[in-house]
């Protein structure tokens, strides 16, 4: 049964999202509201029905505008896994598109605001999970920011083709697609390519004083000593400023969890996943990734290395780990059954 191609727009406000959506829409467009679920269900149906009219051969397609805050991550997921399942073909997704301006997203990372949280989360969400990111104001930015914006999306989304609103008229102005915009959005983040890369990476300063680097390292983090990092090593000043970092990391306080590192900018999200430590798949110690303006990479490290725990407090075993003071906000139990 053939189904229309479907290109995702999203922005952190809806007047954006249906502006270029007007533009990409060859006249069959969609608002989908409701949980990710609802969404791809009324995705899917209309998509299907539109292929059913206009034919195998047809060059229409479906253009689908997300409510702010709808995980389009998950709604493509869920497209593309259906597909697959129904027709053992899972490019039908062309383009997940991202809308953002550019003086909101300079303002969440360079600021240092630092209680934004759900911005930068859903603005974090809109670089590393699109295949096209269209930025707006750019022109209002000073040209030595706008750089750093441009490259720094780049790092974080580099399977993205990053364009300036103004050249986005038509679905034309869109580069080419095979349909694959769902793989992109299973593993195509910039964090997501280097913890699963095999070789340590340093990527040194460039012109725009952007450096990224991974830090690994099997043994968990004492808490108290963590915080201390977070405080004093992590904020900006004498070792750079960070300006995104993510990954997975393991709290000795805590050795039933694996917890989720997430920062935007000046602001840090320190949550649990729904992975426990005893799964075989659950990562071990630290998996994260730094990207930031004139980091020092030496200065990084060795904070993080002296937050973790030594090898007398390994030895001692979680019965004392789980007595530390313990600062961070508390995390649901986990079922082991």
Known sequence: MPVAPITLVSALHDVDAARIAARLSDGHRLHAPGSALAAARTIADRAERLGDVCGPGA????VVTMPVGTDARAVGMMLANAARAETGDDRVLRHVVSVLRAGEVEH??????????????????????ATVIVLDRTERLPPARRRALVALVHRCAPQAVVLADARVRTA????????GAARVLAGGAGWMRALSSGADEVRPRTL????????????????????????????AGPAGRVLRSRGFFRLASRPDHVGSWSSVGAMLALDPTANPSWDEDAPIGQALWFIGEDLDVERVTRALDGALIT??????GPDLWRSW??????????DRE
């Open 325 to 334: 003071a313990d600062p961070f906000p508390v995390w649901p139990a986990l």
């Open 311 to 316: 090898p007398t407090e390994l030895l001692a």
């Open 172 to 179: 034309e102005d869109l580069p080419a697609s095979n349909g």
């Open 108 to 129: 969440l990372l360079w600021s240092g605001v630092d209680d934004a949280f759900v911005a930068g989360e859903r603005l974090a969400a809109l670089v590393e999970y």
């Open 59 to 62: 060059r229409h397609s479906l």
């Open 208 to 235: 725009d004083g952007l450096v990224s680097f991974r830090y690994r390292d099997p043994l968990p983090f004492h808490p108290a000593r963590l915080a201390d990092v977070v405080e004093h090593d992590l904020a």
